[in-house]
């Protein structure tokens, strides 16, 4: 089946730095998809990508989805301690498909 | 408040038991999935289930299986639990099966022995 390498696998970073991560795919997405999980809880969604080449915003986050459909990339700016947590990325092949999750990034911030 | 229970939150068991985890959602979603969560493998399927009286296999669907009597409910049981069930389990829902935008449960940890 497919598979999802998302990078970087860790992240420790200052409070106030911007954040970059990305998620590569060996197959053509239709969705992509960025999760967040906090620590001791369940994932939840934070931002959804439906077309090739869409950028798209959530706050201080943002996410776009690859113009070749085998990548999205997901950026914090001004990282806040809160940001603390594990972000993965998930793709969809096809509408109704099972999502693939990528293995996450952990990501650290020091106040 | 509208969401995910899953139960319980935490279990420790002995290798060859029974165990079923519980999971209900008040949202009348169609779509409910199970999902093993283990450090540096991310999130993977268990079993999924697109509506009420349905269920498939996902990615990792051995030693586990899941029943849909109706909209609400869908419990994970392991028949014989072994040691390398050890993990974290999330029970999902979406609106429909099309989206991929999931609602997840907070969890449960299962420690086999």
């Known amino acids: 089946g497919q598979q999802l390498n998302q990078s970087p696998q860790s992240m420790f970073i200052q409070e106030g730095e911007d954040v970059s991560m990305n998620c590569t795919s060996s197959?053509?997405?239709?969705?992509w998809l960025w999760y967040k999980q906090d620590p001791g809880e369940g994932p939840v969604l934070l931002i959804a990508l439906y077309k090739a080449g869409e950028l798209t915003s959530n706050g201080r986050l943002t996410a776009q989805f690859g113009i070749t459909r085998k990548d999205s990339f997901l950026n914090i700016s001004a990282s806040i301690p809160s940001d603390v947590g594990i972000y993965f990325c998930a793709g969809q092949e096809t509408s109704g498909s099972r999502l693939t999750f990528g293995e996450g990034t952990q990501l650290t911030v020091n106040p | 408040i509208a969401g995910i229970t899953q139960a319980p939150t935490s279990q420790i068991l002995a290798a060859g038991r029974r165990m079923t985890l519980r999971c209900t959602q008040d949202m009348r979603h169609n779509a409910m999935y199970w999902y093993r969560q283990d450090l540096g493998l991310g999130l993977r399927l268990i079993h999924y289930?697109?509506?009420?009286?349905?269920?498939g296999k996902g990615e990792v669907p051995d030693g586990y299986s899941v029943s849909r009597a109706n909209t609400d409910d869908f419990p994970l049981t392991l028949a014989s639990a072994v040691p390398s069930q050890t993990s974290v389990y999330f029970c999902?829902?979406?609106?429909?099966?099309?989206?991929?935008?999931?609602?997840f449960g907070e969890g449960s940890r299962l420690t086999v022995l």
């Open positions: 197959s053509i997405f239709n969705t």
């Open positions: 999902a829902s979406s609106l429909e099966d099309a989206t991929g935008e999931l609602f």
């Open positions: 289930s697109n509506t009420a009286g349905t269920t």
